[in-house]
């Protein structure tokens, strides 16, 4: 029996990458890490996402990123449309994703799955480069040499657009669970419709010619956060 776990955030991306792998495996498990992000709704749609697809879902917890802070997601700071002085947009959280894949595989380890499943993507993207190609290539190699494992890290979105992402969504039966989704870094719904995650993920449905299920489709969750 193959058996997956996927990095579920509760945002866009991840969801998709939750129902593509219940198309690749027998066994599909995922995990959200509490990191002291600002915005809870984050954890409500992780949990809600993985109740509409039936799988089961844990929630590990990490405060080192919020004690750390000197970013959007984790410190009180407003989220910026331009980049910083290094290049870099002002919510990139620097060593989130090497955590997180790395926390997923030795949970994975323990329970006998190989194979890790993360929306990561360098096309249409935010900037962060643990989201590259050869992040993930050189982290699964240090995965594999430090816990003598066999791990594979699918990247199924890296070389997508988010159009395309949003019609592989759709093929995929996503839609329902994409409603509760949650991309706005400013942890509002409805979505602000202005900070950078907001408008990446307008103009991929836009391109995609659809409407956004979490505009059209879904009413009244949750109101408060
Ligand atoms: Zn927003």
Redesign the pocket.
């Known amino acids: 029996m193959k058996k997956a776990l996927v990095v579920l955030s509760g945002g866009q991306d991840s969801t998709t990458c939750l129902y593509w792998a219940l198309s690749q495996f027998d066994e599909v498990q995922s995990i959200t890490f509490d990191y002291g992000q600002r915005h809870k709704i984050e954890l409500k749609s992780a949990k809600k996402v993985a109740e509409i697809a039936g799988i089961s879902h844990h929630v590990l917890s990490i405060d080192t990123f919020q004690k750390l802070g000197g970013n959007a997601l984790t410190a009180e700071q407003e989220v910026k449309n331009e980049l910083n002085d290094n290049n870099l947009p002002n919510t990139f959280v620097p060593g989130r994703n090497l955590i997180f894949i790395t926390f997923a595989a030795a949970f994975a380890y323990q329970q006998q799955i190989q194979d890790l499943v993360t929306g990561v993507c360098q096309t249409d993207y935010s900037g962060y480069p643990d989201c590259r190609q050869n992040t993930i290539t050189a982290l699964e190699l240090a995965i594999n040499l430090g816990m003598e494992s066999q791990m594979k890290i699918h990247t199924p979105l890296m070389w997508m657009t988010k159009a395309e992402t949003i019609l592989l969504a759709e093929k995929l039966g996503a839609f329902d669970a994409l409603a509760w989704s949650h991309?706005?870094?400013?942890g509002?719904y409805p979505?602000?419709?202005?900070?950078p995650?907001?408008e990446l993920r307008e103009k991929g449905f836009q391109e995609a010619g659809i409407p956004d299920p979490l505009l059209s489709q879904r009413a009244g969750f949750p109101q408060k956060h």
């Open positions: 991309t706005c870094y400013n509002q979505p602000c419709g202005h900070c995650a907001c």
